[in-house]
């Protein structure tokens, strides 16, 4: 995951930096690989899409953050390692959750 391999290759880093940075990449690729393979009947364009988008980045942000500063506050001296089995549920979460609002909001389809 990109948040281990961060911190080990900077360690000036906080825990949060690399989790905006990669979520920031997933959430564009992500965005775009659905409009472009899952939802390709939609009208919905590339810009509107990806800002439609951009709530989501904040949510998927604001669920990770809190889910690693939640695992801190009471493990306060676990590796990163131990971040990264916090890390890997809540972006399922996130990531079920990014699909389902992109397919009922962003891609719906007028009937």
Known sequence: MFHVSAQATA??????????????VVTVLNTEANRRLTFRGS???ALQAHLAAGGLFVLA????????????HYRPTASPAAETLVLVPSF????????TVLRIVVFRRCR
């Open 11 to 24: 360690p000036t880093h906080t825990a949060g930096e690399p989790n905006f940075a990669s979520l920031l």
């Open 43 to 45: 009208a919905v364009r």
């Open 61 to 72: 942000y604001l669920v990770t953050s809190g889910a690693v500063l939640l695992f801190r």
């Open 92 to 99: 399922a979460l996130v990531t079920v959750v990014r699909f």
